[in-house]
Structures are given as structure tokens and as C-alpha cells.
């Protein structure tokens, strides 16, 4: 199976902190994107990180790829009310042009 | 700049009832264009992908189907609803197969 896992499933922090979701895969991937989604929502785009890199910013997310560990991490830094919402991580792989694998997403909760 | 639209917003149908969900996008051409379902609290799961016009892939054989009629129309279609189609459907678009552009889901419910 293609399927990963992220974990945790629900994560919740207080205003300001940071947080830390992670996503793993069992084949090689083209690209890994992770996607935010507010609930009874439409999914938007965050971040796309390639299979050559390592690392990517952008504003307060920060993303991580470990090839070698086929993981990959989504970090928010200072956290805010209106972070709370699912995060979704969807591998691109080699073999597909057209289609990402999603994993179950973390549930973020950021109390005030 | 490109615009996605899905419609209705919520439906409540009854079983047996027919469903057709409308996407359509605009500022592009030729856009890969997605059908998902998502379940309460859970992932994505592809429904169908096209490529371009009148070429559907179907993922997940079930009592859905699906059109694409002209570029940037895609359709989602069944004759006959089941229970277990209740859910949440989710249209997206893709310049070029790699970050998807999600409409804003149409919640179905059927009764």
C-alpha cells in the first residue's frame, strides 16, 4: 500500500506555542505537500517540498523531508487561534502524474 | 486568477433519489480536475480524476460516475443514492498534476 501515517491524530496546544505534526510513507514520493483545512471546509495548499529537499519556510511553517527516513514534519511556530484546523499531508509519487496519496490528517486544536 | 466552484452547498437526498454535484473552474484550461469524498473526522478518498475532455479514471468502483462535458466542467453523477454515499465531496483542479486547488465541498446527506 501507498498509505502513510500522520500522527499524532489530534494535537492541542496553547496560543503561542509550537506545533509539530509528522507525516511517514512507504515508497518513494516525487513531492510531499501538506494542506490545511478549516472545518466544513475546501482543502488549501500550504506547502510543497520535492524529494531533493530537505528543508522549506514559509512564514511560520516550517517543513522537513527525511528521504532516507520517509518522514516528513510540519512545524507552526507561535502558534494562533486561527491555525486551529486539520492538517492533511498528500505524497506525490513517481509512478502517478496525476494523483496524491492523502494521509488521515491531524486535528489542531490551538486554545486561547 | 483561477476561481473553483462547487455547488450545492449542502443536499439532504432521499435514498434511491438520483445526485448530480457540479464543479466548475475558471482562469485556466485544460486543468486536471478531481472528485474526492471525505468522511466525517477522516482523509481524502479519490473518487475519480480526468485529464482532459471525456477522459474519466475511475478509482473506486460504486454507484457514482462522472463527466466532464467541456474543459473546465466536471461532473459527479449517480442514479440511485445509498446510505453510504452520505459524506462530504470535495472538487479540486491541478495545473499540472502536482498542488491540487480545492472547491468548497458540497455536504451531502441521505436519508
Known amino acids: 500500500s501507498q498509505q502513510g501515517e500522520e500522527d499524532p491524530q489530534a494535537l492541542s496546544i496553547q496560543e503561542g506555542e509550537n506545533a509539530t505534526m509528522n507525516c511517514s510513507y512507504k515508497?518513494?514520493?516525487?513531492?510531499l505537500q501538506w494542506y490545511r483545512q478549516n472545518s466544513g471546509r475546501g482543502l488549501v495548499h500550504l506547502i510543497l517540498?520535492?524529494?531533493n529537499e530537505r528543508e522549506k519556510h514559509s512564514g511560520r511553517l516550517r517543513v522537513t523531508l527525511d528521504t532516507s527516513k520517509k518522514s516528513s514534519s510540519l512545524l507552526i511556530t507561535a502558534s494562533r487561534a486561527a491555525d486551529t484546523a486539520s492538517y492533511f499531508c498528500a505524497r506525490g509519487f513517481m509512478d502517478s502524474n496525476y494523483q496524491l496519496i492523502w494521509g488521515a490528517g491531524t486535528k489542531l486544536i490551538i486554545k486561547p | 486568477s483561477q476561481t473553483i466552484h462547487q455547488w450545492p452547498a449542502t443536499l439532504v437526498q432521499p435514498v434511491g433519489s438520483p445526485l448530480s454535484l457540479e464543479c466548475t473552474v475558471e482562469?485556466?484550461?485544460?486543468?486536471?480536475l478531481y472528485w474526492y469524498r471525505q468522511a466525517a473526522g477522516r482523509g481524502l478518498q479519490l473518487l475519480f480524476y480526468?485529464?482532459?475532455?471525456?477522459?474519466i479514471s475511475s478509482e473506486v468502483p460504486q454507484n457514482l460516475s462522472a463527466s466532464r462535458p467541456q474543459d473546465r466542467q466536471f461532473i459527479l453523477s449517480s442514479k440511485k443514492l445509498l446510505l453510504s454515499d452520505s459524506g462530504f465531496y470535495l472538487c479540486?483542479?491541478?495545473?499540472?498534476?502536482?498542488?491540487?486547488?480545492f472547491g468548497p465541498g458540497t455536504r451531502l446527506l441521505v436519508l
Open positions: 515508497t518513494s514520493i516525487n513531492n
Open positions: 482562469g485556466t484550461s485544460n486543468p486536471n
Open positions: 480526468s485529464v482532459g475532455i471525456g477522459q
Open positions: 517540498i520535492r524529494s
Open positions: 479540486a483542479w491541478s495545473p499540472g498534476g502536482e498542488t491540487q486547488y
